[in-house]
């Protein structure tokens, strides 16, 4: 025994780098203790004979990760039959029109008329080829209008995209994932009741925390699907120039866009150059004086140390 305690002394940081290794392998084979969550007691397990023993309960994908409850894989939603399905719309599309402001604005007046509201709105270089794009939110019984009178606002339609997303499946899944877990936080709460011990009280607590944690993120996602649903979402891109659109356009050759863009750059071309020069004439007040100093020192040493013949 003495002869291991000298050598601990004397291998510290060994010693250290052991124990360590020792928590982590100790950690994975029993995480409940290590998490201060050592199982409750076979007394308090009797009233959920109900639903099963705790173990047996199917919990929400990853309910219990990290605390000692082991992870169920996660479901596949199977066709669900429900009267009203839940289908969330989103559209994008892109329009040359001739006026960019103006058209953004209009778009998203006839969003606020239609009982929706603009999510966000940018402008890029509103003087030159200005840029835009505009995304609002459109009730779901007025998705096809609203698009048929965006498409109207432009000189040109370049692309559109309408893409529908059925969630039912995944609205009913949420359902059925809540009422399993109202009835285990309830089974949970009996259990509280009746616990005695200090350590097994604080045990239920963090279950019921936890478990509410789960039951909160289901329900948040359970709106966000409904919202999504009754509000479809609409990205237009406005812009002057076709080629500025993010498409494709169908003739690759156009010689009049071409030249404006060919303007574009020179134009970019230009002020670069006129940027450098006014950071060069701005800076001159220090190369120019670090210019002079260098070339009269270099003056004076050529004339104290002229070149040998």
């Known amino acids: 025994m003495r002869r291991i305690i000298d050598w601990i002394k004397q291998n510290k940081l ?44 199917e919990y929400a994908p990853g309910f219990g990760e990290g605390i000692g409850i082991p992870p169920i894989p996660s479901r596949e939603y199977a066709p669900t039959e429900r ?87 995944e609205y009913v899944d949420i359902e059925a994932r809540l009422a399993t877990l109202e009835k285990t936080k309830a089974k949970f709460e009996e259990i509280l009741e009746m616990a005695t011990e200090v350590q097994d009280i604080l045990d239920v607590q963090r279950q019921l925390i936890y478990i509410q944690d789960q039951i909160d993120n289901l329900k948040g996602r359970q709106k966000y699907l409904e919202q999504t649903a009754k509000l479809s979402k609409i990205t237009v891109y406005l812009s002057t120039d076709e080629f500025a659109l993010p498409y494709a356009p169908a003739e690759a050759f156009r010689p009049r866009a071409i030249f404006k863009l060919a303007v574009r750059s020179l134009v970019c071309t230009l002020r670069g150059v006129a940027r450098a020069l006014i950071w060069i004439g701005v800076y001159a007040i220090i190369w120019i004086p670090v210019g002079l100093i260098i070339f009269f020192v270099w003056r004076w040493k050529k004339k104290r140390f002229p070149p040998s013949t």
């Open 83 to 169: 009267e009203e399905r839940l289908v969330v719309e989103e559209s994008t599309m892109s329009l040359v029109v001739t006026n960019v402001r103006e058209i953004s604005d209009k778009i998203i007046d006839h969003a606020k008329s239609a009982g929706g509201y603009m999510v966000s709105t940018s402008l890029i270089n509103p003087e030159e080829a200005p840029f835009a794009t505009v995304v609002v939110r459109i009730p779901a019984e007025n998705f096809r209008a609203a698009l048929d009178y965006f498409r109207s606002l432009g000189v040109k339609v370049t692309s559109e995209r309408i893409l529908g997303t059925d969630v039912t499946d």
């Open 14 to 57: 060994v010693t250290l780098i052991v124990i360590i290794l020792l928590f982590l392998v100790a950690k994975d084979y029993f995480p409940g203790y290590f998490f201060g969550l050592a199982p409750l007691r076979k007394t308090y397990m009797e009233p959920m004979s109900e639903f099963g023993a705790i173990e047996d309960i």
